[in-house]
């Protein structure tokens, strides 16, 4: 009887405590096992108050007050988040069946999240996860079901965006019992107001090939206005993306913050096209649109990148205002009455008109220049402008940690081309190194002259090179070194003058020389050297049918200062046709025609014999590059040698 009590009494007391564990068990216990398991998986320290269970098929979890904290350094702010409640549902028979991890839905109810980002670059949204299944992005991860969201709420406040915005987040039920997601900002985001509003589909559909995910959003910061709209396939990898992207605004310098890539200022735009994600980049394709006066097309990606975003764009216009690319050489974009200026624009261009300098003198900026890889592929069909002698434009060039490269920049002009090739380098010191040869041949000068509304034919070509250094295109070649020669067959010397200087000085021009409007132009050979941003004549030489034109003096690039002279002599002697000198002084801007000085006679009977009339034979290569051999410029150099 006894053992008979003792064995009873042996199994009963374990399978009471069982029952009384049962009875009275609290999943509170597991709390502290909860807490630190997510606190080292998230490296913050993650606190719960309460913890449910209800145990089944499908297994729901819920957490009462679920607090996320900071990293430290933010202790004294609010948590990263807290959310009142959160429930998870998942899906245990699936996990027991093929280990595949199926959640039906989340539910969070007015959760808070906190995003801190300071000016020293520290931050409390940065988490490391470290490695496993989980980082590998070929793992299929999570099915996520149906996420319910109930008044969230999100405060953004980055120093290094100059941003400042909050966030209210909540799901909506449709039809079915599917949620979709809204979501509405409004604060600043790069010191500019920023207004959006974020409609997205059913949640449950997330994973759903079979069913596109629908998305619109709608975004103004400051002047620049984004409308998104279209469906994705897979949106947490965002892949099969069929999106509209339609932007908007005054300068695309402004889609900076927006994008991650610098962009110089522009005239005001707005461009759509097909937005996709594909191999880790981001794709706008399709492109059509208008900048300033002119239109663009083609498309870009972006890279991100852990050190640069690179971004590569192959676009084109079938005409385009160069006026409207003012902003990628330093100067003020566009013209008076571009459409869709703002009012500081319009004051840029009267200050760019109202200034004595022609040359762009605005810094470069090398941080900007460095923000991003760049690889560029442009192409202009057809040039227009006031008095545009181009027909066409091709831009290929590629930016790499800050380094710039043409290869090349080419004009086209009739059948010749002007075309520059080289490198420029970020210095030490803030300024860019320029390295770059140009190249002009064989350019038909009735495009020159039709530019300016005259006649004229012939041909133009030359070479050149710069190497100097600066931290503006004006101090670029203020302090070069290098050299520029020209050569001039055929044509008319109204015309030139015209075309090259403007209408009222090239008539002056004329006039002080002593030469007819109408003057046929046999050869005109122009050779200068460049030192440290001094343009100084070597060999100046107009040939025409009655007269010899000669000339001297100097150019100073920095400056902007002319300081030449010209001295002409007839072919055929007349009592009136004793050689007349004039000088030209002024600014490249406001050039003038001095009178005749003592000196510059002087200066003129020096010139004979001195390679000035007369151009040397080492010129002749270039000759016959730039218009060809056998011309009047190169029989010319050989009377001469």
Same mark, same amino acid.
């Given at each position: 009887?006894?053992?008979?009590?003792?064995?009873?009494?042996?199994?009963?007391?374990?399978?009471?405590?069982?029952?009384?564990?049962?009875?009275?068990?609290?999943?509170?216990?597991?709390?502290?096992?909860?807490?630190?398991?997510?606190?080292?998986?998230?490296?913050?320290?993650?606190?719960?108050?309460?913890?449910?269970?209800?145990?089944?098929?499908? #297994?729901?979890?819920?957490?009462?007050?679920?607090?996320?904290?900071?990293?430290?350094?933010?202790?004294?702010?609010?948590?990263?988040?807290?959310?009142?409640?959160?429930?998870?549902?998942? &899906?245990?028979? %699936?996990?027991?069946?093929?280990?595949?991890?199926?959640?039906?839905?989340?539910?969070?109810?007015?959760? %808070?999240?906190?995003?801190?980002?300071?000016?020293?670059?520290?931050?409390?949204?940065?988490?490391?996860?470290?490695?496993?299944?989980?980082? &590998?992005?070929?793992?299929?991860?999570?099915?996520?079901? /149906? !996420?319910?969201?109930?008044?969230?709420?999100?405060?953004?406040?980055?120093?290094?965006?100059?941003?400042?915005?909050?966030?209210?987040?909540?799901?909506?039920?449709?039809?079915?019992?599917?949620?979709?997601?809204?979501?509405?900002?409004?604060?600043?985001?790069?010191?500019?107001?920023?207004?959006?509003?974020?409609?997205?589909?059913?949640? !449950?559909?997330?994973?759903?090939?079979?069913?596109?995910?629908?998305?619109?959003?709608?975004?103004? /910061?400051?002047?620049?206005?984004?409308?998104? +709209?279209?469906?994705?396939?897979?949106?947490?990898? @965002?892949?099969?993306?069929?999106?509209? $992207?339609?932007?908007?605004?005054?300068?695309?310098?402004?889609?900076?913050?927006?994008?991650?890539?610098?962009?110089?200022?522009?005239?005001?735009?707005?461009?759509?096209?097909?937005?996709?994600?594909?191999?880790? %980049?981001?794709?706008?394709?399709?492109?059509?649109? *208008?900048?300033?006066?002119?239109?663009?097309?083609?498309?870009?990606?972006?890279?991100?990148?852990?050190?640069?975003?690179?971004?590569?764009?192959?676009?084109?216009?079938?005409?385009? =205002? $160069?006026? &409207?690319?003012?902003?990628?050489?330093?100067?003020?974009?566009?013209?008076?009455?571009?459409?869709?200026?703002?009012?500081?624009?319009?004051?840029?261009?009267?200050?760019?008109?109202?200034?004595?300098?022609?040359?762009?003198?605005?810094?470069?900026?090398?941080?900007?220049?460095?923000?991003?890889?760049?690889?560029?592929?442009?192409? %202009?069909?057809?040039?227009?402008?006031?008095?545009?002698?181009? =027909?066409?434009?091709?831009?290929?060039?590629?930016?790499?940690?800050?380094?710039?490269?043409? +290869?090349?920049?080419?004009?086209?002009?009739?059948?010749?081309?002007?075309?520059?090739?080289?490198? $420029?380098?970020?210095?030490?010191?803030?300024?860019?190194?320029?390295?770059?040869?140009?190249? @002009?041949?064989?350019?038909?000068?009735?495009? @020159?002259?039709?530019?300016?509304?005259?006649?004229?034919?012939?041909?133009?070509?030359?070479?050149?090179?710069?190497?100097?250094?600066?931290?503006?295109?004006?101090?670029?070649?203020?302090?070069?070194?290098?050299?520029?020669?020209?050569?001039?067959?055929?044509? /008319?010397?109204?015309?030139?003058?015209?075309?090259?200087?403007?209408?009222?000085?090239?008539?002056?021009?004329?006039?002080?020389?002593?030469?007819?409007?109408?003057?046929?132009?046999?050869?005109?050979?122009?050779?200068?050297?460049?030192?440290?941003?001094?343009?100084?004549?070597?060999?100046?030489?107009?040939? #025409? =049918?009655?007269?010899?034109?000669?000339?001297?003096?100097?150019?100073?690039?920095? *400056?902007? #200062?002319?300081?030449?002279? $010209?001295?002409?002599?007839?072919?055929?002697?007349?009592?009136?046709?004793?050689?007349?000198?004039?000088?030209?002084?002024?600014?490249?801007? /406001?050039?003038?025609?001095?009178?005749?000085?003592?000196? @510059?006679?002087?200066?003129?009977?020096?010139?004979?014999?001195?390679?000035?009339?007369?151009?040397? !034979?080492?010129?002749?290569?270039?000759?016959?590059?730039?218009?060809?051999?056998?011309?009047?410029?190169?029989?010319?150099?050989?009377?001469?040698?």
């Amino acid at each position: 009887m006894a053992r008979r009590w003792r064995w009873i009494l042996g199994l009963g007391v374990p399978l009471l405590a069982i029952a009384l564990l049962v009875v009275l068990f609290r999943w509170d216990w597991l709390i502290p096992i909860v807490e630190a398991q997510a606190s080292a998986k998230l490296g913050r320290p993650v606190t719960i108050a309460h913890l449910h269970v209800s145990l089944g098929r499908t #297994t729901t979890i819920t957490a009462e007050d679920l607090k996320v904290g900071n990293p430290p350094g933010f202790e004294g702010d609010a948590p990263f988040a807290a959310i009142p409640r959160a429930s998870i549902a998942v &899906d245990v028979g %699936a996990y027991i069946k093929d280990r595949s991890i199926v959640i039906p839905e989340i539910a969070l109810d007015r959760p %808070a999240v906190e995003v801190i980002g300071r000016a020293d670059g520290s931050n409390n949204y940065s988490f490391d996860l470290g490695g496993g299944a989980a980082s &590998d992005p070929s793992s299929p991860g999570p099915r996520i079901g /149906n !996420l319910r969201i109930t008044e969230g709420q999100a405060h953004v406040a980055i120093a290094k965006l100059r941003s400042d915005f909050r966030v209210a987040v909540a799901t909506e039920e449709q039809q079915g019992g599917e949620s979709s997601i809204t979501a509405r900002a409004t604060g600043t985001y790069a010191a500019q107001p920023i207004n959006a509003e974020l409609k997205g589909g059913a949640l !449950l559909n997330l994973r759903d090939a079979e069913r596109p995910w629908p998305i619109q959003l709608s975004l103004a /910061n400051g002047p620049t206005k984004v409308d998104l +709209h279209g469906t994705v396939q897979d949106p947490l990898k @965002l892949a099969g993306a069929d999106i509209r $992207l339609d932007i908007a605004g005054p300068d695309m310098a402004l889609l900076a913050p927006l994008t991650g890539v610098a962009i110089p200022a522009t005239t005001p735009f707005r461009v759509t096209g097909k937005l996709d994600y594909e191999a880790g %980049a981001f794709r706008f394709s399709d492109v059509q649109g *208008r900048l300033g006066r002119s239109d663009i097309g083609g498309r870009f990606s972006i890279t991100p990148g852990k050190e640069r975003p690179v971004l590569d764009a192959d676009i084109s216009s079938r005409r385009v =205002d $160069l006026a &409207d690319l003012g902003g990628f050489i330093g100067g003020t974009p566009g013209r008076v009455g571009t459409p869709g200026q703002t009012a500081q624009q319009r004051q840029a261009l009267a200050r760019a008109e109202a200034s004595p300098r022609l040359l762009p003198t605005a810094p470069i900026s090398i941080p900007r220049l460095r923000a991003a890889d760049i690889h560029l592929r442009y192409r %202009a069909a057809s040039i227009e402008g006031r008095s545009m002698p181009f =027909d066409s434009l091709e831009v290929n060039a590629d930016i790499e940690n800050g380094v710039i490269r043409l +290869h090349p920049v080419s004009f086209g002009i009739g059948r010749g081309r002007l075309a520059a090739e080289g490198v $420029l380098t970020p210095l030490e010191n803030g300024a860019l190194r320029a390295q770059v040869e140009f190249d @002009l041949r064989r350019i038909d000068i009735s495009k @020159l002259m039709r530019a300016a509304g005259a006649g004229g034919a012939g041909t133009l070509g030359g070479v050149g090179k710069l190497d100097g250094a600066g931290r503006s295109l004006s101090e670029l070649l203020g302090n070069g070194n290098g050299g520029l020669t020209l050569v001039t067959v055929g044509g /008319n010397l109204s015309s030139l003058l015209v075309d090259l200087s403007g209408l009222q000085f090239g008539n002056a021009l004329l006039s002080a020389l002593g030469i007819p409007a109408r003057t046929e132009i046999e050869c005109l050979i122009a050779d200068f050297t460049l030192q440290r941003g001094m343009l100084d004549t070597r060999s100046l030489l107009l040939d #025409t =049918d009655s007269y010899v034109v000669t000339g001297g003096g100097k150019a100073g690039l920095g *400056r902007e #200062t002319l300081d030449l002279w $010209l001295r002409t002599s007839s072919k055929h002697f007349t009592i009136g046709s004793l050689p007349t000198p004039i000088g030209i002084g002024g600014t490249f801007k /406001n050039p003038s025609i001095l009178p005749e000085l003592g000196e @510059l006679a002087v200066r003129g009977g020096a010139a004979v014999g001195l390679g000035i009339l007369f151009p040397p !034979l080492a010129l002749l290569p270039t000759i016959q590059l730039g218009v060809g051999e056998n011309s009047s410029c190169e029989r010319l150099t050989r009377r001469a040698g």
